[in-house]
Every structure is written in structure tokens, then in C-alpha cells.
């Protein structure tokens, strides 16, 4: 477990807990449901191995692994934007390793050099409080959040530290390029949500909570931790955007220098598989990345998302290679700059 040993972990190297078991350290922003329960899993098949978690924001995973590169602690990275890997591939931050399931997985989840591998299908949303906002007036695009009845109701999770939000606002921008070969609008967009934005949320379960206690009325997150939530019977409800869904490839890979690597393969190995696949699909509402798992086997949740999701068209690759300038520039030019449209 990971707060097992944890005062060893905060002031040495892990070398292993009393138990005798070889550790393997995984950095993820999947949130605790999946990882729990893909470590009761994975102990189970390996009872050698001790699984131990980092739950963090995808760009945070990003942040640590960079901090951590001359004294890697990671062994797994497990979730975040493709967009995201290929920049730590690009710093050489990312070991290469093709798994037994490479082959089952697109192409287009494919990183050269097998440096990282789609695992999941990451679906953003729209979200809203059914206690606050009716079915009617509940935003059905993007462009929806901009109207006034929405004016200081949004709570959005801080894009900087999320992969999800970083997707969101990048197909916004690229969009704006592709219409008028600028990103201006992209941008005066995303000023005038500014605007309307009452908060940037530190962390999903904070934003939950939030919007739970209605300080917030609508938002844009991801599919699974909605749905996890309306399991609960927390009051959130959720709509494709109908202009498309930005699909998030959401990847993992072996970390550079990790201190544990045949560990960390066994994890790899285990996490794309079609059983890790079916039980992720089953009990924590993820969609498999691999080709190979037929439609009909998959919950009837995943089967009506997959006919009634539209995906996205918009510049991916555009908006990979400019993610990280893009959102230097939102936070410099546009964070808490929406009050001066206010002003006007």
C-alpha cells in the first residue's frame, strides 16, 4: 500500500518494506479507485511485488519525473495526455520498452522508439449540478459555458497542473488556427471563460466537492470520475459537447533511471492487458485503448458512450507540439484577466 512505510519513503531511497516484497513506485493521476483497485490486482498476480502510488495531476506527474531526473524515484508513469509523454520523451525522461500488447493498441497510440503506450481512452465533458441547472438549460457545447446565465458559475480544475484541461483549452486554440490561421480567437475565447469563471480548482476531489455544495453550477471535466461520482448518487450530470469530444489517448511508460525496472515491467505488462483492460472497463469506467477487446464484451455504460460520443476534429498534433507555450501564455496573458472584460 502506498502510506505503508511511508516515513521510510520520505527520507531514503526505496529499498523495500519489512514484508520483504520488491516495491515498484507509480506516479498516476488516475485517482484512488483505479490504482486501488489495480493494486489489489496486481499483488494478487504478483505477491512478490508491493505496489505503491503517487496520486497527482498529469502535468504534475510530468514536473516530479523532470525534478526527479538526476535521482529517479519513479518506476511506472501510468496516465496522462499522450501530449504530455511526448514532451518528457522529447527530455529523455521516458525509458523505452515495448509490452507484450504493443500490437493491440492503434498506431496512433503507438510513441516511436516504444517509449509510451495508450492504455485508456480519456473522454472530457460537460458537467453540471441537476440540483442547480435544469436539462434544459444544462450547457450542450463548449460555447454553451459563455452564456450569461453561467456568469460566475464555473469552477474549473487549475488547467495548469491538468492533462484534461490542457486538452480542452489546446483544441480551442488549435481550432482558432485552423479557422483563421491565428490563435487570437483560441485565445479571446478562453478570456471571456475567464471571465465567467468563479474559481481554478486545485485538485478533482476538490472540484467535486464544490460543485456538490453548489458553489459552482457547471464544468468541464472527464467522463470516468463523473460517472464514478453518480455511483455515489452525487448530483452531477454530464453531456458530450455536440461540436466533438476531444479523445485523450492516456498512456504510460517506464520511467528513465527507474530504480526498480523488471518490477516496473511486470506492472506495464499487467496494466495493458485485456484482464487489467476488462476489470478497468468493468468496475472503474475506463475505456480500453486495445482494438482488440470486441465491443459487445464491454459494460453497457462503455457501449452507449462509444455510439452516442462524437470525437473531435481539431489539430492534435498542433496542439501537442504548442501545449506548453500555449498555456504559458493563458497564464501570463489571460488567468484573472476576465475581470477587465467585466470592467468595460
Known amino acids: 500500500m502506498?502510506?505503508?512505510?511511508?516515513?521510510?519513503?520520505?527520507?531514503?531511497?526505496?529499498?523495500?518494506?519489512?514484508?520483504?516484497?520488491?516495491?515498484?513506485?507509480?506516479?498516476?493521476?488516475?485517482?484512488?479507485?483505479?490504482?486501488?483497485?489495480?493494486?489489489?490486482?496486481?499483488?494478487?498476480?504478483?505477491?512478490?511485488l508491493d505496489v505503491r502510488w503517487l496520486d497527482m495531476g498529469s502535468q504534475e506527474v510530468y514536473d516530479r519525473v523532470r525534478s526527479e531526473r538526476a535521482n529517479p524515484q519513479c518506476d511506472v508513469w501510468f496516465g496522462g495526455p499522450d501530449a504530455i509523454f511526448a514532451r518528457a520523451a522529447r527530455e529523455g525522461l521516458l525509458a523505452p520498452h515495448r509490452p507484450t500488447w504493443a500490437s493491440a493498441v492503434p498506431e496512433s497510440s503507438r510513441a516511436a522508439g516504444d517509449l509510451y503506450f495508450g492504455v485508456f481512452r480519456t473522454l472530457p465533458i460537460l458537467v453540471f449540478n441537476e440540483q442547480l441547472v435544469s436539462a434544459a438549460e444544462a450547457p450542450r457545447d463548449w460555447e454553451d459555458l459563455l452564456k450569461p446565465r453561467f456568469a460566475g458559475k464555473i469552477l474549473i480544475r487549475d488547467p495548469i497542473a491538468s492533462g484534461v484541461m490542457r486538452t480542452i483549452f489546446g483544441m480551442i486554440v488549435a481550432r482558432s488556427v485552423a479557422e483563421s490561421g491565428s490563435s487570437d480567437a483560441g485565445f479571446d475565447w478562453l478570456l471571456r471563460l475567464d471571465a465567467a469563471t468563479k474559481e481554478y480548482v486545485a485538485n478533482p476531489a476538490l472540484l467535486h466537492q464544490k460543485m456538490v455544495r453548489g458553489e459552482g453550477e457547471v464544468t468541464?471535466?472527464?467522463?470516468?470520475?463523473?460517472?464514478?461520482?453518480?455511483?455515489?448518487?452525487?448530483?452531477?450530470?454530464?453531456?458530450?459537447?455536440?461540436?466533438?469530444?476531444?479523445?485523450?489517448?492516456?498512456?504510460?511508460a517506464l520511467a528513465a533511471g527507474a530504480p526498480r525496472r523488471a518490477a516496473a515491467i511486470e506492472f506495464l505488462e499487467f496494466a495493458g492487458s485485456v484482464e487489467a483492460q476488462a476489470l478497468a472497463a468493468a468496475h472503474v469506467y475506463r475505456i480500453p485503448a486495445r482494438d482488440d477487446v470486441p465491443r459487445e464484451s464491454l459494460p453497457e455504460w462503455a457501449r452507449a458512450v462509444l455510439s452516442e460520443m462524437k470525437p473531435a476534429r481539431y489539430d492534435e498534433a498542433l496542439a501537442a507540439r504548442e501545449s506548453s507555450r500555449w498555456m504559458s501564455v493563458w497564464d501570463r496573458s489571460v488567468r484573472g484577466r476576465g475581470k477587465e472584460l467585466k470592467a468595460l
Open 2 to 48: 502506498l502510506w505503508r512505510c511511508w516515513f521510510l519513503l520520505s527520507v531514503m531511497p526505496l529499498a523495500g518494506c519489512s514484508d520483504g516484497r520488491t516495491p515498484v513506485m507509480v506516479y498516476s493521476p488516475h485517482g484512488r479507485d483505479l490504482l486501488r483497485l489495480f493494486e489489489n490486482e496486481f499483488e494478487r498476480v504478483h505477491p512478490e
Open 220 to 252: 468541464m471535466w472527464e467522463l470516468t470520475d463523473i460517472l464514478l461520482e453518480r455511483q455515489k448518487g452525487v448530483p452531477l450530470g454530464y453531456r458530450f459537447a455536440a461540436s466533438g469530444t476531444p479523445v485523450i489517448d492516456d498512456a504510460i
